[in-house]
């Protein structure tokens, strides 16, 4: 990484995406500190994915308060966890100033981001082409199980929703009891309701090892861990070795998020005429921070229009948040003129996802109009389950909350 530190008004160009600039860490350049930055006309990539909670991108800006990206190619490394972006601007609250991305193609790795904005006055990020590359061929199954995050998400297809009563037939699906211990969860239709008991009872618990409801539940864990780490104990199984080996086979390329604004403020946000293609979330606008209860932070004026966005929803995101467009606590949002497709894997079939989704604290004006929501194959059975989805923590005086004109044909409901 070349860091660039408590610099003043600075001007990189290159010419095009010739000019290369190619890193082995998360971020190729780092400035942080500086008045301000313009970064123009070159090629950043990087190959690495970091472990922290802080992602870096290829091209990162840290309090820097007026930052400028234009014309720039940009692509990032993959890995199982989230940990790198294309473009990251991470400002502490008191440096938030503006952004301004435009014309730029950005490449996303597997489960990574494309653009990343934390804390921002004024965000302007238009005509840009995200799109994921092809998982690549290091990425083996082998590899991403030692991934505590992706292994869950594996384990998520034969056990979910767990309890330790019975609760509603369509929560849970299964029922096993051992001595005076009970555990009811629902797993993947594939496997017959008798499926899970012949597993166990070819598989008891050593001596002594349950002790309790949760023992049990850790057991029945370490039994789906088994189904996909060890290829002789999964061949026992049919029904598990079916559904095991085509969840690895749909676990194809996906990004996590296309475009993110996070942080605790978010003042005018613009996010226009863009491409995502391949992220199981497309657009994501949501601020919070620790605080007290009841204490929400929200984005102050949003428009988010003109864009296409093709979602991914591969076999392991039934434990991930997962949506066309995202927006959680907002004074004042224009929602409008959006394409919004689904691309569904056969072994997604149950996991539910919503073309637009608007929650939490909203001000007097919401406007959700002229969009297309559906599914990729004009299939409706595989379309999203909600069209657009608002559910308010609260309710202002005399707001004007307007859906109309939008085109989604979907499972559930299209409102």
């Not at 409801?213 to 029945?220: A, G, R």
């Not at 990004?255 to 613009?270: E, K, L, P």
């Not at 990729?376 to 379309?383: E, F, L, Q, R, T």
Request: aromatic share 6%.
């Amino acid at each position: 990484t070349v860091e660039v530190r408590q610099k003043g008004h600075l001007k990189i160009t290159g010419c095009g995406p010739g000019t290369r600039i190619v890193a082995t860490t998360e971020a190729a350049l780092s400035f942080i500190g500086c008045k301000s930055v313009s970064v123009r006309d070159l090629y950043a990539e990087t190959s690495a994915v970091a472990t922290g909670e802080r992602l870096n991108g290829a091209l990162t800006f840290i309090d820097t308060p007026r930052v400028t990206v234009k014309h720039v190619d940009a692509k990032c490394g993959a890995g199982a966890d989230p940990g790198a972006t294309c473009i990251t601007v991470r400002n502490n609250i008191q440096l938030a100033g503006e952004v301004n991305i435009q014309y730029c193609n950005l490449e996303i790795g597997y489960q990574q981001q494309g653009i990343l904005l934390v804390n921002t006055q004024r965000a302007h990020v238009e005509n840009n082409m995200l799109r994921v590359y092809a998982k690549p061929a290091s990425l083996t199954a082998a590899n991403l199980m030692l991934s505590a995050k992706y292994k869950a998400s594996l384990r998520y297809q034969l056990i979910s929703n767990a309890r330790f009563q019975s609760g509603s037939e369509n929560a849970q699906n299964v029922h096993l009891s051992y001595r005076n211990h009970e555990l009811y969860f629902r797993a993947h239709k594939m496997l017959a309701r008798t499926a899970w008991q012949e597993l166990f009872d070819a598989n008891p618990p050593p001596q002594g090892r349950i002790g309790s409801h949760e023992d049990l539940l850790w057991y029945v864990y370490d039994l789906a861990d088994r189904i996909y780490n060890d290829e002789t104990f999964r061949n026992r199984f049919r029904l598990f070795r079916t559904l095991a080996l085509s969840t690895l086979e749909q676990d194809t390329a996906a990004a996590a998020q296309g475009i993110t604004v996070a942080g605790q403020m978010a003042g005018d946000v613009r996010i226009l005429n863009n491409t995502i293609t391949g992220a199981r979330q497309g657009i994501h606008v949501g601020l919070s921070h620790r605080a007290a209860a009841n204490v929400h932070d929200v984005a102050d004026a949003l428009l988010i229009a003109g864009n296409t966005i093709d979602i991914q929803l591969t076999s392991l995101v039934g434990n991930l948040d997962r949506h066309g467009i995202y927006v959680g606590n907002v004074n004042s949002a224009v929602i409008e003129d959006n394409v919004i497709r689904l691309q569904r894997a056969e072994n997604a079939a149950d996991f539910l996802i919503d073309g637009i989704r608007i929650w939490g604290v909203l001000g007097q004006r919401i406007m959700v109009t002229k969009n297309h929501i559906y599914s990729a194959d004009n299939n409706v059975k595989n379309s999203f389950d909600f069209g657009i989805h608002i559910e308010p923590l609260q309710q202002p005086a005399t707001p004007q909350w307007v859906v109309t004109w939008n085109v989604a044909p979907c499972r559930k409901a299209t409102v």
